[in-house]
């Protein structure tokens, strides 16, 4: 544990350790999200487009769905999810309860209903022992939710190189990643990119002071109006829940869209979209080490991959 007033001065807190979750509803969870019974086809998990030896997030730039339709937005990391003020890019889901029902229901993704899930688990004995065991009405849509969103609070990335350093331990993080904070903070990163998670507490316009859609040469598509998709509000067009940066090390693909594919990139495309600045590569370097130090431990997560 560890007392906020010794970080007063930093806009970064170390990642809290995972709640204390009911066992039995964890390794519940657990089996749900690799089961592909919440998939209509029977063909697709959660853990098919969230990889946990991975970054919790695909591998690919979109996720393929039921009968191998292409995903519309590259799906978002489930560690540190809980940290997150809100769920999904456009923030449409208040909590991971409510989460769940959006790619049991997405036509691409799951393209299923509860339903058809529940009479499905319903004909498993051992399935039904164990939601009995831990709900008095057993099989529902609310507690495979509940089951869903327990297992993964404890999927939390702790004890990173930087939180240490945080905390006392001066070693626990090179020069050249000391540097890079300092230029986070310089070049004002930090505004949008803050707290245990690094991000994840706020919406912002993607391309606040220069024109990113535009400068694509794409057509728009559903995807990139972000939370305007969920209010229908002008202001939020092109509005996304600002990522967390605590996987961002171990990303194969940047942004809702996968248009960035190095850490670098993505570094350097925001900082000419958000922030108006050209960085020099020095300073992008600099500042990809310092994001490297944010990445925390999880027994799920293979290290020796990345």
């Not at 029977?42 to 919790?56: K, M, P």
């Not at 899930?117 to 529902?140: H, R």
């Not at 108006?276 to 431990?297: H, K, V, Y």
Request: with cysteine; aromatic share 8%; net charge negative.
């Amino acid at each position: 544990m560890f007392s906020t007033v010794l970080f007063a001065n930093n806009a970064i807190l170390p990642v809290p350790e995972a709640p204390n979750e009911h066992t039995g509803k964890v390794q519940l969870g657990d089996q749900l999200f690799h089961d592909v019974r919440l998939s209509a086809d029977n063909t697709i998990s959660c853990a098919s487009c969230h990889d946990l030896a991975h970054n919790g997030a695909d591998r690919r730039p979109f996720s393929v769905g039921v009968g191998g339709k292409l995903g519309h937005i590259r799906s978002p990391s489930v560690y540190n999810s809980q940290l997150n003020h809100v769920q999904f890019w456009d923030g449409r889901a208040r909590d991971l309860e409510e989460q769940v029902d959006g790619p049991v229901h997405d036509p691409v993704e799951m393209a299923s209903n509860w339903d058809e899930v529940v009479a499905k688990l319903m004909l498993d004995s051992d399935m039904q022992q164990q939601f009995n065991a831990l709900f008095p009405d057993g099989i529902t849509p609310t507690n495979i939710r509940s089951a869903l969103a327990s297992f993964q609070r404890t999927l939390v990335l702790t004890d990173a190189p930087f939180d240490r350093w945080l905390q006392g331990d001066e070693t626990a993080i090179t020069a050249q990643q000391q540097r890079g904070y300092q230029k986070f903070r310089d070049y004002g990163c930090i505004s949008c990119h803050q707290g245990a998670n690094v991000g994840g507490n706020m919406f912002a316009r993607m391309g606040s002071l220069e024109n990113y859609f535009a400068l694509k040469g794409e057509a728009i598509s559903q995807a990139d109006l972000g939370r305007f998709n969920v209010t229908g509000q002008d202001q939020h067009r092109y509005v996304f829940k600002v990522p967390g940066l605590r996987t961002a090390s171990l990303n194969s693909f940047f942004f809702h869209d996968a248009s960035a594919d190095t850490l670098e990139d993505a570094i350097a495309t925001m900082a000419r979209f958000q922030l108006g600045r050209e960085m020099t590569q020095e300073d992008i370097t600099e500042i990809a080490a310092f994001i490297q130090s944010l990445t925390g431990e999880h027994p799920r997560l293979d290290r020796v991959k990345h």
